[in-house]
């Protein structure tokens, strides 16, 4: 009985140090998904401002804080931080993720093509 739990635990901690990466982004795959975004949005340095804010510089910076877009007030007044995290749940769900938001997107349901998309933004602010 002894032997059989050792060899148990044994196992299960060996599979524990096994880390399974995380599903990495396709940039060029995210470069289709992109589409959707750049009816509204732009991505270059620098940029300007279109329907919806230039999103260059987007991870990690403040909601609400483009200089000159007119954001809705809950963009403005959210302490939100635009983490992977947080990216990821506004771009499935603008409305759900932030009520009150003048995005008038529905959405992209696929984690897949969000993870692709999120590596297309970074690579195009030259975060590979």
Not at 38 to 67: K, M, W, Y
């Amino acid at each position: 009985m002894l032997k059989t739990t050792l060899a148990t635990l044994t196992l299960l901690m060996s599979l524990s140090a096994i880390s399974t990466p995380a599903l990495a982004g396709d940039a060029e795959k995210g470069a289709r998904v992109w589409m959707k975004c750049r009816a509204c949005h732009t991505i270059d340095e620098g940029g300007r401002s279109a329907i919806g804010p230039n999103l260059f510089g987007i991870i990690d910076r403040q909601s609400g804080s483009v200089e000159g877009f007119r954001y809705s007030k809950a963009m403005t007044e959210s302490d939100v931080v635009w983490s992977e995290e947080n990216l990821k749940a506004f771009v499935a769900s603008p409305r759900t993720f932030m009520r009150g938001t003048k995005m008038g997107f529905a959405g992209i349901r696929s984690e897949q093509q969000i993870d692709d998309l999120l590596e297309f933004i970074e690579e195009q602010m030259g975060d590979e």
